[in-house]
């Protein structure tokens, strides 16, 4: 089967660095997603790997492994307002996105 | 209209009632979506489109049904709604050159 893992919760302080692992398993890869999520609200795109290597936008880089079937989100400058479930997911042979469960990060002052 | 727009926002329904869950996109992408949002699990596709026209079936179908008469619209329908369906359902639609997937705000459906 097809499988997504990430971690249920991580907390980090205001100002730190965070990094949000993702191994997965699917049947075909066709590239892999990082998503934003607050509470209540929709997910938001944040970055989008398909070949080995980081890729890095403003506070947030996005690492992909594909042998390792292995990517992380880094956030850098921890702000309050990063507080938020990342949603990773995987985009297989069928062009369908299969989706992990969410790492809700909590940020302390 | 900017992006995308869901109606309802929420709906409580009585079990065994039809809805309809509408979605509409401005931005002309071809593909749109249906996922559900439970707590503790991933986002699960419904169904999809991949250009008006057409529809698949994802993950967990049973029980919802959708149409695509045009480009902008990507009505879910449940028949007949049971508990089980309580969930939040997000639209979405994809950009063809990178296939990043764009959500609506989601609907809050609560069936009792």
């Known amino acids: 089967g097809q499988n997504i893992d990430q971690p249920t919760e991580m907390t980090a302080t205001e100002g730190a660095i965070v990094q949000i692992n993702c191994t997965y398993q699917t049947s075909g890869f066709n590239g892999l997603f990082w998503y934003q999520q607050h509470a209540g609200e929709a997910p938001t795109f944040l970055s989008y790997n398909v070949l080995d290597g980081l890729e890095e936008k403003g506070r947030f880089s996005s690492f992909l492994s594909r042998s390792k079937g292995y990517s992380y989100l880094l956030l850098k400058e921890l702000q309050m307002k990063d507080s938020a479930s990342y949603l990773c997911?995987?985009?297989?042979?069928?062009?369908?996105?299969?989706w992990g469960a969410g790492t809700k990060l909590i940020i302390k002052p | 209209i900017a992006g995308i727009t869901q109606a309802p926002t929420s709906q409580i329904l009585a079990a065994g009632r039809r809805m309809t869950l509408r979605c509409t996109q401005d931005m002309r992408h071809n593909a749109m979506y249906w996922y559900r949002q439970d707590l503790g699990l991933g986002l699960r596709l419904i169904h999809y489109s991949n250009t008006a026209g057409t529809t698949g079936k994802g993950e967990v179908p049973d029980g919802y049904s959708v149409s695509r008469a045009n480009t902008d619209d990507f009505p879910l329908t449940l028949a007949s709604a049971v508990p089980s369906q309580t969930s939040v359902y997000f639209c979405?639609?994809?950009?063809?050159?990178?296939?990043?997937?764009?959500f609506g705000p989601g609907t809050r459906l609560t069936v009792l």
């Open positions: 997911a995987v985009m297989d042979s069928n062009y369908q996105l299969i």
């Open positions: 979405a639609s994809s950009d063809s050159t990178t296939d990043t997937q764009y």
